[in-house]
């Protein structure tokens, strides 16, 4: 896993790590896929359980009301989730990883999300994290925009609430159920 890995990608699987529901083994492989995270071992339920827990100590970053608190949320997370760095050759050219080699899956995990939402929150602005703004869209999301207003979780969540405020301002249109 190189470096950038553990900036905005990191950043990235954090927030997806929040919105999945690790259910089983194969949640956890596919999560990786999607983040072109390369796992040393198969993930086995036990990940899937460590990652529903780890799941609830990145939200607390999320949902940490005041920069103090996403702080010291993010502490935490780096105590729990990150070990001393070292350089590792598992996978072509020499590079850091803050987790011993040869680790099970949740760990790859819990090391990757803590030091990257770190880095990525405390070099590019800690708002950078948060929930869709949508009235009926919890989804949490890492702004890796350029300008960082970022507000909601996708283009869809956006598109609808601009929809909901233009009715909102025009009463004359009726809503419409769907
Ligand atoms: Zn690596
Ligand atoms: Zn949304």
């Known amino acids: 896993m190189h470096f950038n890995h553990y ?12 919105n999945e529901r690790f259910d089983s083994a194969a949640d956890v492989v596919r999560l990786a896929a999607e983040h072109d995270l390369l796992l040393e071992r198969a993930p086995t339920a036990d990940d899937a ?4 827990r780890w799941r609830t ?3 607390s970053v999320v949902d940490a009301p005041t920069d103090g608190e996403r702080i010291g949320a993010l502490n935490r997370l780096l105590a729990a989730g990150t070990s001393h ?3 590792s050759l598992h996978n072509g050219p ?10 099970a899956p949740e ?5 990757i999300t ?3 939402l770190a880095w990525f929150l405390t070099q590019r602005g800690l708002h950078r994290l948060a929930r869709c703004g949508a009235s009926d869209c919890s989804v949490a999301f890492a702004d890796v925009t350029r300008n960082g207003r970022q507000r909601y979780c996708s283009t869809r969540c956006a598109n609808r609430e601009a929809v909901r405020r ?7 249109v009726p809503a419409f159920a769907g």
């Not at 020499?94 to 680790?103: A, L, M, T």
């Open 7 to 18: 900036s905005d990608e990191g950043a990235l699987l954090a927030a997806a790590v929040v």
């Open 49 to 52: 359980a460590g990652l529903r």
């Open 57 to 59: 100590a990145l939200a």
């Open 85 to 87: 760095p070292r350089i």
């Open 94 to 103: 020499p590079h850091v990883h803050f987790r011993p080699d040869d680790v």
């Open 107 to 111: 760990r790859q995990f819990a090391a």
């Open 114 to 116: 803590a030091f990257g």
């Open 166 to 172: 233009h009715r909102s301002r025009s009463p004359s």
